[in-house]
C-alpha cells in the first residue's frame, strides 16, 4: 500500500518571536526556524513521525528549490519535485508573548501549462487501495478542473483520494465524492453555509458533508475533538488534553491520524 502527499502550492514556514505586534508601526520581532513546508509535506512528516512511509509529491520554484530540498529531508519521506520558474512562497508566522499568532502569507510561483500532466504521469503507477492526500491549495496557473479530471481518474483505478483545500467548492466536492475530507472552519462554513460552533451544529455539518458523496466526513472541533460521518452512522472523538505551543499542523496531524488508522488496518 502506498501513501502520496500532493502539494501543489509549498512555503516555507518561518516562525517568529515577537512581543506586542503593534499595527502601523515598526515592529521588531526575531526569527526562530525556518523550514520547507506547505500542508502536504506536513502531513507526511506527521506519518513518518508515526512509522507510515510515504513520498511527497511536492511542485517547487526552481530558484529556491535546493534550499527546500535541503530543508524537506527527512527520515521515511520520499520526496519527488516537479520544477518550475519562480520562487517557493514564505509564510511567516508572528508568535506573540501572549500566546497569540499572526500569519502572513506571500505569493510563490505560477505553474506553466502542462504542469499537472507531469504530475498525473507520476501518480499513473498508484493501484486500488493507494491513497493521495491533496492538501493545501493549489497554485496560480493550474487548471483546477484538470486537477478534477485526475483526482476522478485515480479513483477508478480504486486509489482513495483525500482532500483539504480551500481551492475547492462545495460543488467541486460533489463531482469528487474523496474517500475523506476534515474542512478547516473556514472552508465548512463555505461547504455548509454556516459557522460550525457547537457539537450539534459539527454532527449536522458532517452529515451533510456525508450525503455529497463524502465516504468519511469529519468535522473537527479544535480541543474538543471531532465529529465524523460514514457509512456506520456517526461518531464524536475526544481527543487527550495537551499543552497547546501552536496550532499549526493540527488539522494535517488529524489527517495523518486518519492514514495511520487505515494503514494498520484500524
Partial sequence: MKVVTLTLNPAFDVHCAID???PLKENFATITS???GGKGLNLSRALANNGVRNTALIVVGKANADAFRESATFPLVDCEYVEVDGNVRENYTLHHKNGKETRISFDGFTCPDGVVKVIADKLNR???GDVVALT???SKGI???KVIKLLKKLQVNGVKIIMDSRSFSVDDIRNIKPWFIKPNEQEIEDYVGYKVLSFEQAVSA????????VKNAMVSLGGDGAVITDQTGIRRIIPPSVNVKSTIGAGDSL???FIYGYVNGL
Fill in 20 to 22: 506586542n505586534l503593534i
Fill in 34 to 36: 525556518k523550514q520547507a
Fill in 126 to 128: 498508484l493501484n486500488g
Fill in 136 to 138: 493545501g491549495s493549489i
Fill in 143 to 145: 487548471d483546477k478542473n
Fill in 206 to 213: 458532517s452529515k451533510k458533508l456525508y450525503d455529497l458523496g
Fill in 255 to 257: 489527517i495523518a491520524g
